[in-house]
């Protein structure tokens, strides 16, 4: 088996096996039988926690992706976040009337507060797409994959290696159920990277040597509330601007950059063995933006030596990046979300054939779940989300540090002391040589 | 020593010659005098310390011209070398100079050969005044602070060639037998093409290493003289001051220049001055080989301390900085290495005695420009070229008159903000 077919979890052929024995033990684990859906004709049943603007996204993409699909239970935090979702998936001028009328929620199967996940997953949902910030994800997998539904789950899967480490059982879990996950890292989806990841696989640029990975973007300030409305307490405050919080969202290397971050680990066919990275704020200063970082650089290093670097910013005006590139023996490989050129001694340009990836992982997803066949990219996406979370951690506290460590004793875990509505101060900045390796 | 006086024999035949088949004056000592007459201009620690590694490097070396800015810099100074190195120092009074005009007086003098090592803000024009002077030089890297003062070196290195004089930089790694063995291997194929390389320099804050001075009754500008690590317009910056050593590796291994960069960095613990304490820069070399530079001053980093040189390519790699080379054809350089910074002294007074120059100014000026043009795109948030910055760039962090006047700190920069000029 390839690396591809590795973190995707079993190949094709492995699954027909491993879902009769999967089969097997559901039936003695559970009453959900996902042969009910081999017949075709069964309606999935979608619920969405965490109705902010990527959740009300991804169920567009979800409702688009094929027939008889429709959701039918939604939660989140507040009221008014979910008000306005429901409003925008009526409205939406992006979505055609027919994916409009697969919205079926009724009010009494919209829930808000702390509890509104396990709400929508006592629901009759097949299927829950998991949309909360970053810090919820662990523990909605959990309680999903408990409950028997496939999941569809935002990037990336957790902030810290105690929330990796839950993902990584609960994807285990989800195997012995039956059950599938995916993650919303598309890339993995489009057209032009999937082909040149099987070339690179197949050796087009021969054994990598080196890589760089760099992504430099505006500093996101139009996003989210901008004023402190009278009432908010500290915790609301930070649930609102959460993008902001290395509590809720992991900082930015972890919360967008592990696209490109997993697309490294990707193409290379591994997670790194250690790191060492910097980063700071030198120009998104002001309180509204938490404890996050603006910049960060980190160095990867994968098995045999092989040292990759990371660049990530979220500053205004500065040069714009996204591109990720590989240098071989046989040759190089440069890859941004347009296209890929692939240089030396198997030449190739590799076009985007404009297809959308983020329609397609729901529609590889919901064939999985008809057919009865397995995929569970959870263990992957955790690698992905844990290659981002030692980076950050590196670059906060000044350390290199190893994946053994941080996969396995690191006992870093951001869980606030309680979840309610009340005081939360807001968490300091990080210093390097200061912030401890926990 | 031995070598020593195979040099020196030879020196006499081998400068008559050349020195009369190119027409230019010979220095004033060719005439007999084995002696070499050195003085020194920037009486801090690094300048010090190379003055006693000179005298240790070579027979027959004496410190007789001294210039700082200060006169406690230079008499601290010169307490110190005359307990080191007691029989070279030949300083009288007469030949001690302080001030702004101090460089003048000291390449005045009859030395043959100058130690520069003021901060590097002053450099350029000190070594113009050296080498119009018709002195050798040994002048402390950085080279400089900005593209305007890397022009004057490089046309200040061309000038020295045209009068056969010597320029060697303090980048003391390209007088260590470890790294030079390291790197004719890379240059003789042994790790194959390179294709990609790293640079580091990870450490400490350098403040028990680098005194601040408090502002009290100073002037702007003396105050941030005497404090001049922590300044963009005296030091460069760390990535300049400190990390040029590594980036000079690079461009030694590489044989070139980067073509473009795109930097990143800030201050995350510092709070003197106006420079960063981290730095990220990728650096892009001809035919596309990319270089990553990372370089903090940041104490109680630990494990994430590192300064370190590593080449890769197709057949291998170098960790230029352990003399190891990994691949196919493994290398572990286990030859003396002596101590560098006698080295680089001896070889350059070895040049002086042969008549065979060593000249490092373009060099130094490349290397310091790559640190440049990092700093310039972290401070910025800009990406840039190497032809741009070179010939193009306006950037001039020059007071607007050396004296003792008002200099206000300009504030930190900011991507995105600070504009590139």
């Not at chain 1, 688009?64 to 935090?77: F, N, P, R, S």
């Not at chain 1, 839950?166 to 039956?178: F, H, P, R, T, Y």
């Not at chain 2, 810099?73 to 070398?81: A, C, F, G, N």
């Not at chain 2, 201050?267 to 304490?277: E, K, M, S």
Request: some cysteine; overall charge neutral.
């Amino acid at each position: 088996m390839n690396e591809q077919g590795r973190h995707e979890g079993v190949s094709r052929r492995g699954f027909m096996k491993g879902a009769a024995a999967g089969a097997v033990s559901l039936a003695a684990a559970s009453t959900f039988n996902p042969r009910a859906f081999a017949a075709g004709s069964d309606k999935i049943r979608v619920g969405l926690i965490g109705c902010g603007g990527r959740g009300t996204h991804d169920v567009g993409k979800c409702l688009m992706a094929a027939d008889g699909v429709e959701l039918t239970a939604m939660g989140d935090m507040f009221k008014d976040r979910l008000d306005r979702c429901r409003r925008d998936l009526r409205t939406s001028k992006d979505l055609p009337q027919s994916v409009k009328d697969r919205v079926k929620v009724t009010d009494d199967k919209c829930f808000v507060g702390w509890d509104a996940h396990q709400k929508v997953l006592a629901t009759d949902v097949n299927l829950v797409i998991l949309t909360q910030p970053p810090h919820f994800r662990p523990s909605h997998l959990k309680a999903a994959v408990e409950a028997g539904k496939h999941v569809f789950m935002e990037k990336p899967v957790a902030v810290d290696p105690a929330g990796v480490r839950s993902v990584i059982q609960s994807s285990e879990l989800a195997d012995q159920k039956g059950l599938t996950i995916l993650a919303g890292t598309q890339m993995r989806r489009i057209s032009h990277a999937v082909e040149a990841a099987q070339r690179v696989h197949d050796g087009a640029i021969g054994e990598i040597l080196g890589g760089q990975c760099v992504r430099l973007g505006d500093a996101m300030r139009s996003w989210g509330p901008q004023q402190r409305e009278p009432g908010w307490s500290d915790m609301e405050w930070q649930l609102r601007r959460w993008l902001f919080l290395t509590w809720l969202s992991g900082d930015f290397i972890v919360e967008m950059h592990v696209h490109n971050i997993d697309m490294m680990n990707w193409l290379i066919g591994s997670h790194p063995v250690q790191c060492l990275g910097m980063g700071g704020r030198q120009a998104r200063t002001e309180p509204q933006y938490g404890d996050s970082y603006d910049h960060f650089a980190v160095e990867y290093e994968y098995p045999n030596g092989l040292r990759v670097e990371y660049m990530g910013s979220q500053i205004d005006k500065m040069t714009d990046r996204n591109d990720q590139r590989l240098v071989g023996t046989k040759g190089s490989l440069v890859a941004d979300f347009a296209g890929v050129r692939i240089e030396g001694q198997n030449p190739v340009e590799i076009a985007w054939d404009k297809n959308d990836p983020c329609v397609k992982q729901h529609a590889d997803q919901i064939e999985a779940i008809r057919r009865g066949q397995r995929l569970n990219e959870g263990r992957r996406i955790a690698e992905s989300s844990l290659t981002s979370i030692m980076g950050r951690m590196s670059a906060y506290t000044g350390r290199a540090l190893k994946w053994d460590w941080a996969l396995n004793a690191s006992k870093l875990d951001l869980t606030p002391p309680a979840y309610n509505l009340g005081d939360l101060p807001m968490p300091p900045v990080a210093v390097p040589g200061k912030t401890q390796l926990i | 020593m031995k070598e020593n006086e195979v040099s020196r024999r030879g020196f006499l035949k081998a400068s008559a010659a050349s020195l009369a088949a190119a027409g230019v004056a010979a220095p004033v000592y060719a005439a007999g005098s084995d002696t070499i007459r050195v003085g020194i201009i920037g009486c801090g620690g690094q300048g010090t310390r190379d003055l006693v590694s000179c005298v240790k490097s070579s027979p027959g070396v004496q410190i007789v011209a001294m210039g700082d800015l200060f006169d406690d810099r230079l008499q601290e100074s010169l307490k110190k070398i005359k307990t080191d190195v007691p029989d070279a120092v030949k300083v009288t009074p007469e030949r001690c100079f302080v001030g702004w005009d101090a460089y003048k007086k000291v390449v005045q003098t009859d030395i043959q050969m100058v130690v520069l090592t003021t901060p590097p803000c002053f450099r350029a024009m000190c070594l113009q005044a050296a080498i119009e002077a018709g002195k050798n030089v040994f002048m402390e890297k950085p080279a400089g602070v900005d593209p305007r003062q890397m022009r004057s070196i490089i046309k200040t290195a061309e000038l020295a060639q045209q009068k056969k004089l010597s320029i060697v930089a303090g980048t003391q790694r390209r007088h260590s037998k470890k790294y030079q063995e390291t790197i004719r291997r890379i240059h003789g194929g042994q790790i194959g093409e390179i294709v990609a390389a790293q640079a580091y320099w990870n450490g400490s804050d350098m403040l028990g290493y680098w005194k601040w001075w408090d502002k009290e009754n100073r002037s702007d500008i003396e105050w941030q003289c005497r404090s001049w690590p922590w300044f963009t317009w005296t030091s460069g910056d760390h990535i300049v001051e400190q990390h040029v050593h590594n980036l000079d590796v690079i461009n030694w291994a590489l044989q070139g220049h980067p073509e473009q960069c795109m930097g990143m960095g800030g201050r995350a613990v510092r709070n003197l001055g106006n420079i960063y304490d981290h730095f990220a820069v990728e650096y892009e070399y001809a035919k596309g080989v990319r270089v990553l530079s990372m370089c903090r001053q940041i104490n109680n980093c630990g494990s994430g301390d590192r300064i370190a040189e590593r080449v890769v390519g197709t057949k291998g790699y170098a960790d230029v900085d352990r003399g190891v080379i990994e691949g196919e054809k493994p290398f572990k350089y286990d030859g003396p290495d002596p101590d560098h910074y006698v080295q680089e002294m001896a070889d350059l007074i070895a040049g002086i005695r042969t008549g065979t120059p060593i000249n490092e100014g373009k060099q130094v000026a490349e290397s310091t420009m790559d640190a440049i043009m990092g700093r310039m795109s972290a401070y910025t948030g800009r990406a840039l070229k190497w032809d741009w910055a070179m010939t193009a760039s306006k950037l001039d962090l020059t007071p607007p008159q050396y004296g003792w006047g008002d200099f206000p700190v300009e504030p930190v920069a900011v991507p995105g903000k600070t504009p590139l000029v």
